[in-house]
């Protein structure tokens, strides 16, 4: 009698351990999706980014802005660390251009563009929101904005921001793109 009970206990117990192991298989294969869709760098434009369930209200509350007209709100708050910042975010553009140059990327036309990034402590760059402004006329080709962001998301992997801070940080900016 005593096995009698014991068996249909072993049976609950069993299927409760499966439901466990598999509840924790598709929790970590969740984890591990998540990580490889977001722990890469990430250049989209802004009208894209809500799409792929990135909230910029959510990364404006975990990355500190570099500078504000309140220092107190700032990273860098003397004069002397928002010219480096300044001279660090030129760099930054000025060496995206150089490698968008190396790919063989030539701006069709004089393109004007808006862009957000969000940099790591380190110096590396965790996304860079874009946005072209200007009309439909004086905006790239969708194959041309495409590749751009394409060589972006290349450019990102391996960059690193010349400054660094002690949190996560953000800085925007407006770009013009020249033809050569």
Not at 25 to 40: A, D, E, F, N, W
Not at 74 to 98: R, V
Not at 116 to 143: H, M, Q, W
Not at 145 to 153: D, Y
Request: proline share 3%; aromatic share 12%; net charge positive.
């Amino acid at each position: 009698m005593k096995k009698e009970k014991q068996i249909p206990e072993l049976k609950t117990a069993g299927k409760l351990k499966i439901n466990l192991t598999m509840k924790f298989y598709l929790v970590l294969i969740m984890l591990i999706t998540v990580h490889l869709s977001y722990g890469q760098p990430i250049a989209l434009p802004f009208q894209s980014a809500e799409k792929h369930g990135i909230s910029m209200q959510h990364l404006d509350s975990i990355y500190k802005n570099a500078v504000n007209s309140d220092t107190s709100h700032a990273i860098f708050k003397t004069d002397t660390e928002q010219e480096k910042l300044q001279q660090s975010y030129s760099k930054l553009l000025k060496d995206l251009g150089n490698y968008l140059s190396k790919n063989n990327f030539k701006w069709e036309k004089k393109t004007q563009s808006f862009n957000k990034v969000y940099f790591n402590n380190d110096g590396t760059i965790d996304y860079f929101l874009f946005i072209f402004r200007g009309n439909a006329e004086s905006n790239p080709s969708e194959a041309q904005q495409r590749e751009f962001q394409r060589l972006l998301n290349l450019f990102i992997k391996e960059y690193i921001f010349a400054l660094t801070a002690n949190t996560k940080f953000t800085q925007c900016g407006g770009a013009v793109y020249m033809p050569e």
